[in-house]
Nanobody, 124 residues
Framework: QVQLVESGGGLVQAGGSLRLSCAVS????????MGWFRQSPGKEREFVAA????????PYKDSVKGRFTISRDNAKSTVSLQMNSLKFEDTAVYYC?????????????????WGQGTQVTVSS
């Protein structure tokens, strides 16, 4: 059973940076496609970024392109989301997700395993 644990969330001023990490256990990271999603109060959970099992494909939500970077370290079994130039509207609970397969997916229902989430709050 794949288990995901997020860390790195917190409070940051607008324009600042945070780096989220997702520790993967119970499975081989190189066999997994990974994704980050987020949910703001009163809104549905939405796609943020994904990375294919090879790392060669990294789709992003349009509003985070150029600001967020997803990466993976198979040797350390971790996936990271570097978030720069944060905006108030980036405030949300961020979730790490995983699925067995090679192709990066942007649809929530394609993912099988989910972390508990980490809160990111950006003050304006």
């Amino acid at each position: 059973q794949v288990q995901l644990v997020e860390s790195g969330g917190g409070l940051v001023q607008a324009g600042g940076s945070l780096r989220l990490s997702c520790a993967v256990s119970g499975g081989t990271l190189r066999a997994l496609t990974m994704g980050w999603f987020r949910q703001s109060p009163g809104k549905e959970r939405e796609f943020v970024a994904a990375i294919s099992s090879s790392g060669s494909s990294t789709p992003y939500k349009d509003s985070v392109k150029g600001r967020f970077t997803i990466s993976r370290d198979n040797a350390k079994s971790t996936v990271s989301l570097q978030m720069n130039s944060l905006k108030f509207e980036d405030t949300a609970v961020y979730y790490c997700a995983a699925r067995i397969g090679s192709l990066a997916q942007v649809v929530e229902r394609e993912y099988t395993y989910w972390g508990q989430g980490t809160q990111v709050t950006v003050s304006s």
